[in-house]
């Protein structure tokens, strides 16, 4: 049986940091699908983007978010010298099949300066709780998703946080503290910018940690959201996300959308 991680970071490391291209014909498939809007179609358009880039390229791996069930292993980091004047920022999923990379989706951002709270997009814990209830805490998720997000019933945000308010915030423009996101949420709303999500696409969960892939728009413009979710005793701890606008199809550099699978 295939170790998905060990298939995943060894690929990802050789290929990104290491800029070793034979990595293409040992561990991706070789109809490899790209949906990201950075990445001409499969293979060469990967290896078109190391070569570009040159040797200054690495991604650095926080954290390995891994999802036997649905076979997709999601990576969050970052990308010094993916271009030169920003480093990216954010999460890469993988979906493997018969041993191969098959598959990915992307939703990079550039890197922000700590928040107030002073975390930055990165910090906070890594390891993954493998006696958390991987498909309960999936659930939980999806439903606070529904409900918070998708909903926008912000109100209902003590559904699913501690009921002392705590909340570890990574996100740039948010502080520390349930309180802080329901307000920020709210002045977006009445500002007539409101997140507002249309479909979720995918979540990759592995122990205490829920990874949600969506789409929506802000303002009338198409978005991607990623958010990383922490669990822990059945409510939302700490936050990790990735937003970003959505490229219009002439705009992209192959076919495939930004979000729907081959598989799907």
């Known amino acids: 049986m295939t170790d998905i991680r060990e298939l995943v970071l060894t690929a990802d490391r050789e290929l990104f940091t290491e800029h070793d291209l034979s990595t293409l014909d040992r561990n991706f498939a070789e109809d490899y699908v790209e949906h990201s809007p950075l990445v001409a179609n499969g293979k060469e358009g990967l290896r078109e983007l190391v070569t570009d880039a040159g040797e200054a390229l690495r991604h650095d791996v926080a954290r390995v978010v891994v999802d036997e069930k649905a076979g997709l292993v999601a990576l969050h980091g ?16 993988y979906r493997v099949a018969d041993g191969k990379i098959v598959e990915h989706w992307d939703g990079l951002v550039d890197q922000t300066p700590p928040n107030e709270s002073g975390h930055t997009q990165l910090d906070g814990p890594t390891e993954v709780v493998t006696s958390a209830d991987t498909e309960a805490n999936r659930e939980f998720v999806k439903r606070a998703w529904a409900t918070f997000l998708q909903g926008q019933d912000y109100d209902a945000a003590g559904d699913f946080t501690r009921s002392d308010g705590r909340f570890t915030q990574h996100s740039g423009d948010i502080a520390d503290g349930v309180q802080n996101m329901v307000d920020f949420l709210k002045q977006l709303k009445e500002d007539g910018s409101a997140l507002t999500y249309d479909t979720l696409h995918r979540t990759v969960a592995d122990g205490n940690f829920v990874l949600t892939f969506s789409e929506g728009s802000i303002a009338g413009d198409r ?3 990623c958010e990383l979710w922490r669990i822990e005793d059945g409510a939302w701890v700490e936050l990790w996300d990735a937003i970003g606008p959505v490229p219009s199809d002439d705009e ?7 979000f729907t699978s081959v598989a799907d």
Request: hydrophobic fraction near 45%; charged fraction near 10%; avoid cysteine.
């Open 78 to 93: 970052a990308y010094p010298g993916l271009d030169p004047d920003t480093v990216f920022v954010g999460f890469d999923i």
């Open 252 to 258: 992209l550099a192959h076919p495939h959308g930004a």
């Open 223 to 225: 978005h991607f959201f």
